[in-house]
T-cell receptor
Framework: GAGVSQSPRYKVAKRGQDVALRCDPISGHVSLFWYQQALGQGPEFLTYFQNEAQLDKSGLPSDRFFAERPEGSVSTLKIQRTQQEDSAVYLC???????????????FGEGSRLTVL | KQEVTQIPAALSVPEGENLVLNCSFTDSAIYNLQWFRQDPGKGLTSLLL?????REQTSGRLNASLDKSSGRSTLYIAASQPGDSATYLCALDSGYALNFGKGTSLLVTP
């Protein structure tokens, strides 16, 4: 597609519910990232995929957070038993290249805003 | 961990002024630095990417500089316009994931 697409754009969940957030990266992009952005803060890294391989999940805040990218394109971020502190905007980003050092720009989606009541 | 600081946190200027946004970082071992713009309720739009071997990049009214030795980058906006109002974020790539500052919220008044 033309850009990174995320859905849903807005999600309201009751505490304890499970949620799933979807990311469609730019077609052909190898690298995919998930970030969490709290109100008034910069985005914080959650996890990184190179194709279908999850190479880094060090930023996931707890074992309630799980991400997958089974076919190396679409990715899903799942949050189980949501808590109020999970309320944030979840941003997905993709890059054409992979590896270290990275080159090229990182393109972001518009984010999924999660509110946990 | 790389610490990224952006000063000022907020800035209000009248239309037409030139302005400078500052970004400082603690670890000079970076691969590149990227400046982003974020409008309320929106994702991030890339403005400029500076590779570690470069000193500056320019795009239209925007100019970004990078001084790795001092751990600083600046974003210069010339002849500011109300449409420039947004939050500006700098991000450092020290591996493959970006480390972001908290951003500078810019308001350009007509």
């Amino acid at each position: 597609g033309a850009g990174v697409s995320q859905s849903p754009r807005y999600k309201v969940a009751k505490r304890g519910q499970d949620v799933a957030l979807r990311c469609d990266p730019i077609s052909g992009h190898v690298s995919l990232f998930w970030y969490q952005q709290a109100l008034g803060q910069g985005p914080e890294f959650l996890t990184y995929f190179q194709n279908e391989a999850q190479l880094d999940k060090s930023g996931l805040p707890s074992d309630r957070f799980f991400a997958e990218r089974p076919e190396g394109s679409v990715s899903t971020l799942k949050i189980q038993r949501t808590q109020q502190e999970d309320s944030a905007v979840y941003l997905c980003a993709s890059r054409a290249t992979s590896g270290r050092p990275s080159t090229g720009e990182l393109f972001f989606g518009e984010g999924s805003r999660l509110t946990v009541l | 961990k790389q610490e990224v600081t952006q000063i000022p946190a907020a800035l209000s200027v009248p239309e037409g002024e030139n302005l400078v946004l500052n970004c400082s970082f603690t670890d000079s071992a970076i691969y590149n630095l990227q400046w982003f713009r974020q409008d309320p309720g929106k994702g991030l739009t890339s403005l400029l990417l500076i590779q570690s071997s470069q000193r500056e990049q320019t795009s239209g009214r925007l100019n970004a500089s990078l001084d790795k030795s001092s751990g600083r980058s600046t974003l210069y906006i010339a002849a500011s316009q109300p449409g420039d109002s947004a939050t500006y974020l700098c991000a450092l790539d020290s591996g493959y994931a970006l480390n972001f500052g908290k951003g500078t919220s810019l308001l350009v008044t007509p």
